[in-house]
């Protein structure tokens, strides 16, 4: 885990018994060794770069709200596997309204930090925009597979890009073996 920084929640008011909070941001590391069974359904593990140890590394987003003083919470750790890229815990537990950047998140009525819960938030998602909470999944050097990219347009066009996938540029746009299919709603 490397912290990157660390912060007062809400200019270092406090939550009840519970005292301050503080706010630590980083990432954390992973490693996977491709040939664990346990692993079997990462997709495209086993064509992942691997470090010297064989193992597949990378890394995720990580924020941490924390009581400033540890013997002040409650000893109980609430973890959540953010989605799309965005703190949920707050919004369900606190009230607090839902961020797209949840660098300095709203903590809402702070149901939770009176309590003396720490809040642990880990990104997931390898495709989303920077300012979310997200994954940094090593990079394939070539897809042995065809894919779907789903996208909706706002407007009828006789051309697009996949602009809003840019993890998922094709080898070769120009490939015959590429195809479009087209329907006229998601489902």
Same mark, same amino acid.
């Given at each position: 885990?490397?912290?990157?920084? *660390? !912060?007062?929640?809400?200019?270092?008011?406090?939550?009840?018994?519970?005292?301050?909070? $503080?706010?630590?941001?980083?990432?954390?590391?992973?490693?996977?060794?491709?040939?664990?069974?346990?692993?079997?359904?990462?997709?495209?593990?086993?064509?992942?770069?691997?470090?010297?140890?064989? *193992?597949?590394?990378?890394?995720?987003?990580?924020?941490?709200?924390?009581?400033?003083? !540890?013997?002040?919470?409650?000893?109980?750790?609430?973890?959540?596997?953010?989605?799309?890229?965005?703190?949920?815990?707050? $919004?369900?537990?606190?009230?607090?309204? *839902? !961020?797209?950047?949840?660098?300095?998140?709203?903590?809402?009525?702070?149901?939770?930090?009176?309590?003396?819960?720490?809040?642990?938030?880990?990104?997931?998602?390898?495709?989303?925009?920077?300012?979310?909470?997200?994954?940094?999944?090593?990079?394939?050097?070539?897809?042995?597979?065809?894919?779907?990219?789903?996208?909706?347009?706002?407007?009828?066009?006789?051309?697009?890009?996949?602009?809003?996938?840019?993890?998922?540029?094709?080898?070769?746009?120009?490939?015959?073996?590429?195809?479009?299919?087209? *329907?006229?709603?998601?489902?």
């Amino acid at each position: 885990m490397a912290i990157a920084n *660390r !912060a007062m929640v809400a200019n270092g008011q406090a939550f009840g018994s519970a005292g301050a909070y $503080e706010q630590l941001t980083g990432t954390i590391e992973f490693a996977l060794d491709p040939r664990d069974p346990h692993n079997a359904q990462v997709t495209d593990l086993a064509l992942a770069p691997k470090a010297s140890d064989g *193992r597949v590394h990378f890394t995720a987003d990580l924020i941490v709200l924390q009581p400033a003083e !540890a013997s002040k919470g409650n000893g109980v750790l609430l973890f959540e596997v953010v989605n799309r890229g965005r703190i949920g815990v707050l $919004e369900k537990f606190n009230s607090a309204p *839902r !961020a797209d950047a949840p660098t300095a998140p709203d903590v809402g009525n702070a149901y939770l930090m009176r309590q003396g819960y720490t809040l642990v938030f880990v990104g997931w998602e390898f495709d989303l925009p920077p300012g979310t909470i997200r994954l940094d999944a090593p990079a394939l050097d070539t897809l042995r597979q065809s894919i779907t990219v789903p996208f909706i347009l706002d407007r009828a066009s006789p051309e697009t890009t996949l602009a809003n996938a840019p993890t998922y540029l094709p080898a070769n746009p120009t490939d015959a073996a590429s195809t479009l299919t087209v *329907r006229d709603h998601y489902w």
